[in-house]
């Protein structure tokens, strides 16, 4: 509310600016300069130079390339919006390979907002609120029409809000609302509600003119103008100029059309495609095309904008004059050379930037290069900092429409010969991999295209995969890349019997790679598990150092079933879940594919049947018992020795000390409890014979507390000496557990 109300008194200011002229003025005529003549040492000037490769990288950034040719010393300008300049100030480099030199790159700047705003005296920001505009006109004689009362003339002294409650249906509404005050002319104060209908004109011209320059600032800033890049290319002759950058670029995207023959024969037609965009404002002219899989590292930096560092203020000095100081003299024999060498041998030596030399070919004068990354070759290379070398290729800019010719039952048996043999070359470098067309490209400013980049048979294999964990069978194409392309990430279209089959997504295909694309439900075919079975068998028992481990050797079996209901044979591609840490199928097992987390198997199920598949795996499970006299583990050694008979005369000794420690154990109990009752009877003995202090019956108490101190004793006594008893057994029990050793296989039946 507050910005809207500021904006429309900003408009009612500037419209009444444009009505009165400044106070003062007067109309001047001005002679009329004649038109300056360009001297003679200002080189030509040429608008355009046009683009000749463009290649486009994942990470949505492009490369671009221009040529053309320069004569002489001449201006070459290339005309970039301000989101764009930023790149090319960042990665622009240019190459004059007659032997010429830049004298310098030029380009049409602007200064930030804030900072033009700063000569204005008004003191607003950018996004004003009506509070701050009137805050900005304090003080200033200012007109109110559409006031109660009339018009009325005077400064305005302040502008506040309120919050006021405005009485409502079912319950009350606050609103906020704005005041100002104003002195009139006559010294009287008026506060007035600032409403739509309420007009506020400053009667100062120089302040009308402040505004007005406020608000064409905002206008400028909001409108994108282009950027203007100018080269000064100086040199004799006719000559060849090159300029690269990169730029902001929509990601180029691929799409695959997989076609089966209608005569089956083990392999599918694998057409691919990219969809390109041309955003950036320029016409692509037969320009070589090339695009990379990858995502190089790329960032913005606003370099076409003009900053400006923040000073420290450092307010003047108002104190009382100083006084004069004496200061404590330097010790005698002190190396006042030392801080400096020591700072220069801890100094960090910046490293100095990695230039690259550039050849050409023969034939050709020594080319001067201006910026880096500059690869070697006849141009500026293809990526960034000439990562991808110098790649001119050669491919089909034109794109065929599938054959939907007459067929059998109709449909698509067949892709459209969109490409040829040699029509797309592919280059891999570090983790990327590049599509280059060998013929030139022309796709027009904001206009998109598709361009082919595959055209293979492959071979391709009909399965119903499933997996346990997604039990829904799924139509799958298992795809072998015998290209020599790296088939890039994308969308795919099945196209089998002639008709659309279903579609799907594919993860980057490296050449020799094999590959399941699912792009369907199978409906004719239920897969389940049956049966699981699992037996486990003690392999080897180790101890040593109080640390018994057993292996045992798990067998496990899972059997799984499918049907088929459809007319036509199935291959059932199962996935089973793949066990590590020494696991492996049954001899005689094998499995079509291993994937680090799965196997995969083939089960042919003919039309109307079912076949079963059982998989049976063995592996090591291991056990850990750590011996300790802390705890009663003589069930489990027990339990051992009946396992592994062999182990008996090791274990005995440790089970004899653990039952003895255990008995000991129980006999401390029991000493516990006996002194736990010798207590109490000793202390109600006493408790009675206070009670009947003077009286005969006292003395039966008093002989009934001897008792009950003596058993006290005795019990206090008998519970010490099983204390150490135990401490002892304990001692020796630790030292059999740390000297038993034991080593034991199974012995294999005969």
């Not at 009505?19 to 007067?26: K, N, T, V, Y």
Request: with cysteine; glycine share 8%; aromatic share 6%.
């Amino acid at each position: 509310m507050r910005r809207i109300l500021a904006l429309f008194c900003l408009i009612a200011f500037t419209v009444t600016l444009a009505a009165q002229p400044p106070a003062g003025s007067q109309a001047k005529t001005k002679p009329v300069a004649p038109a300056s003549t360009p001297a003679a040492t200002t080189p030509p000037f040429i608008k355009d130079l046009p683009v000749r490769k463009v290649v486009l990288y994942k990470n949505g950034v492009g490369y671009f390339e221009h040529a053309g040719t320069v004569t002489g010393d001449q201006r070459v300008a290339i005309d970039f919006t301000s989101p764009q300049l930023n790149d090319v100030l960042q990665s622009l480099t240019v190459l004059d390979e007659g032997g010429g030199r830049i004298a310098g790159v030029n380009y049409n700047s602007t200064t930030p907002l804030a900072e033009q705003l700063k000569s204005l005296s008004l003191g607003m920001s950018d996004d004003p609120t009506s509070t701050e505009l009137f805050q900005a006109l304090r003080g200033q004689r200012v007109e109110v029409t559409g006031a109660p009362g009339g018009t009325i003339t005077g400064r305005l002294m302040s502008i506040e809000t309120r919050t006021e409650t405005v009485p409502g249906g079912d319950a009350d509404k606050t609103v906020e609302k704005f005041y100002l005050t104003l002195i009139a002319s006559s010294g009287a104060a008026r506060v007035i509600e600032l409403t739509p209908a309420l007009s506020v004109r400053p009667l100062d011209a120089n302040l009308q003119g402040q505004l007005d320059r406020y608000l064409e600032l905002l206008s400028t800033t909001h409108s994108t103008g282009l950027r203007h890049l100018t080269l000064n290319a100086l040199g004799k002759g006719q000559r060849e100029l090159r300029v690269s950058y990169i730029s902001e670029v929509p990601v180029w995207k691929s799409t695959y059309r997989i076609v089966f023959p209608q005569t089956p024969n083990g392999s599918a037609t694998m057409q691919g495609w990219a969809v390109v965009d041309n955003t950036v404002g320029a016409d692509w002219d037969n320009v070589q095309l090339s695009l990379v899989a990858g995502a190089p590292q790329s960032f913005i930096q606003p370099l076409s904008q003009p900053l400006y560092m923040r000073r420290q203020e450092i307010p003047i000095a108002t104190e009382a004059e100083l006084t004069p100081q004496t200061h404590e003299a330097a010790e005698m024999n002190q190396d006042v050379n030392a801080p400096q060498a020591a700072m220069m041998n801890n100094q960090l030596v910046a490293p100095s930037r990695i230039s690259r030399d550039m050849n050409l070919v023969k034939g050709k004068s020594a080319a001067t290069s201006y910026g880096y990354g500059v690869s070697s070759g006849t141009g500026l290379g293809s990526g960034f900092g000439g990562a991808m070398g110098s790649i001119y290729s050669n491919g089909a800019n034109t794109m065929s429409p599938i054959n939907a010719g007459p067929l059998p039952g109709g449909g698509v048996d067949r892709v459209s010969d969109a490409l040829k043999e040699g029509d797309v070359s592919t280059n891999a470098f570090d983790d990327f991999f590049e599509y280059a067309l060998t013929q030139p490209v022309t796709i027009h400013k904001n206009e998109s295209a598709m361009v082919p980049i595959l055209q293979q048979e492959l071979p391709a294999e009909h399965v119903t995969l499933w997996s346990e964990k997604d039990p829904t069978p799924l139509r799958a194409v298992w795809l072998e890349n015998k290209s020599k392309l790296t088939l890039d990430s994308g969308s795919f279209s099945i196209f089998e019997s002639g008709e659309f089959a279903g579609e799907g997504l594919l993860d980057p295909i490296h050449p020799g790679e094999k590959r399941l694309l699912s792009y369907a439900a199978d409906q004719a075919v239920r897969v389940k598990v049956t049966d699981r079975d699992g037996k486990r068998t003690l392999h080897h028992v180790k101890i040593s150092k109080g640390v018994i481990v057993e292996t045992h050797m798990d067998v496990l079996s899972v059997t799984y079933s499918a049907t088929n209901h459809a007319e036509m044979d199935r291959m059932v591609l199962l996935e089973h879940p793949r066990r590590t840490s020494g696991w492996s199928l049954d001899e005689g097992l094998k499995a079509d594919e291993t994937a680090p987390d799965l196997y995969r198997f083939k089960l042919p199920v003919a039309a109307h049947s079912t076949a079963k598949l059982e998989v049976r795996e063995r592996g090591p499970e291991y056990t850990q018992v750590w011996l300790n006299s802390n705890q009663d583990q003589t069930g489990y050694l027990l339990d051992l020795v009946k396992r592994v008979p062999d182990a008996l005369d090791k274990l005995k000794p440790v089970i004899d000390a653990q039952t003895a420690l255990a008995d000991l154990d129980r006999r401390i109990t029991e000493s516990k409890h006996t002194e736990e009752t010798a207590a109490a009877d000793e202390a109600r003995d006493r408790d009675n014979l206070t009670a009947l202090k003077g009286n005969d019956a006292a003395k039966r108490f008093v002989d009934e507390l001897n008792r009950a101190e003596d058993q006290l004793q005795a019990a206090r006594k008998q519970t010490a000496d099983l204390e150490e008893q135990k401490k002892a057994a304990v001692e020796k029990l630790n030292e059999m557990i740390s000297q038993v050793s034991f080593d034991w296989d199974v012995k294999p039946e005969k």
